[in-house]
């Protein structure tokens, strides 16, 4: 029997993902135009350029509230918002979530150092570590996170899986994702300008591989998706894992093969255990646990 994969009313509020995508390219790709338009003519914007940028990247989120609102009602809307509500899930996922991500740049480091790289200037006590919780806060709140994932999981990924396969949905919201970022390349006060767009490219689509197993996993609940997420952003800078901070591709490069491994282990593993015949068992990258 065909799996439906659907978990949203999009089955009986049909709600078009093209629209939605249209709108939140071009509403982001038109709040960051000025910016660069400033940076090709070297003007200077009245706006500190981080207000439009963190403007820019409330887009997947606005809009898929307001489409969720439109067409399929404010119960559906109700129900999209209480998906950041969802904590009451085994606590494994909180780890894999907050400390997941840092686990792979602390090992990334280290394989650095090892084949010769050079030592990061780590500074136990120094100010910046006393501030990483504050930080943390800020990232998930303006830094992307909450601006993107109501969007990017809680309504583009639900209306994928149901034309698609989870893997193959969550590669293409991958390249969706990818895409949407690209204008920050050229932005020199965004966190993406300095990062070589391949390597970008090739880590955020398996991220997405990642976090579709952590959104199913922790039984659709958006709050561990953000929490992953905004651990993402966090600490490339802080643990100098970013080309910027490092001095170095070679680091960024380490997280992007280690994330790769865990993706195919992930995609390896789903693929066993259905294979395998559990009762119930779907075909999905991850499962619900609620």
């Not at 990062?195 to 952590?214: D, E």
Request: glycine fraction near 8%; hydrophobic fraction near 55%.
């Amino acid at each position: 029997m065909q799996q439906t994969y659907l978990r949203s009313a999009n089955a009986t509020h049909p709600i078009p993902l093209s629209i939605y995508l249209l709108l939140t390219v071009g509403s982001a790709w038109l709040i960051w135009s000025p910016l660069l338009v400033a940076e090709y003519l070297h003007l200077t914007l009245p706006i500190p350029s981080i207000v439009l940028i963190t403007l820019g990247t409330f887009a997947p989120t606005m809009i898929a509230l307001f489409l969720t609102w439109r067409y399929a009602g404010k119960t559906e809307l109700c129900r999209l918002l209480g998906r950041v509500l969802i904590w009451r899930v085994s606590p494994i996922w909180f780890v894999i979530a907050i400390a997941g991500p840092v686990l792979i740049m602390l090992f990334s480091t280290g394989i650095h150092i090892l084949l010769g790289g050079t030592v990061p200037d780590y500074v136990p006590f120094g100010a910046r570590w006393l501030i990483v919780a504050v930080n943390f806060i800020l990232v998930l709140l303006i830094g992307g996170p909450l601006g993107e994932e109501f969007g990017w999981r809680g309504f583009a990924l639900p209306s994928l899986e149901a034309r698609f396969h989870p893997l193959w949905a969550s590669l293409i919201l991958g390249v969706i994702w990818t895409a949407w970022h690209l204008p920050l390349f050229f932005i020199s006060d965004s966190a993406q300008h300095g990062t070589p767009f391949l390597l970008f490219a090739l880590l955020t689509i398996l991220l997405t591989v990642v976090i579709t197993w952590v959104y199913h996993g922790s039984g659709d609940s958006l709050l561990l998706v953000m929490l992953f997420h905004a651990a993402v952003n966090t600490w490339p800078g802080l643990l100098m894992i970013s080309p910027e901070a490092a001095g170095s591709t070679s680091p960024f490069t380490l997280v992007l093969i280690l994330t790769w491994v865990i993706a195919i282990l992930v995609m390896g593993f789903k693929m066993l255990r259905v294979q395998k015949g559990h009762p119930g068992q779907r075909s999905e990258i991850g499962e619900s646990s609620t």
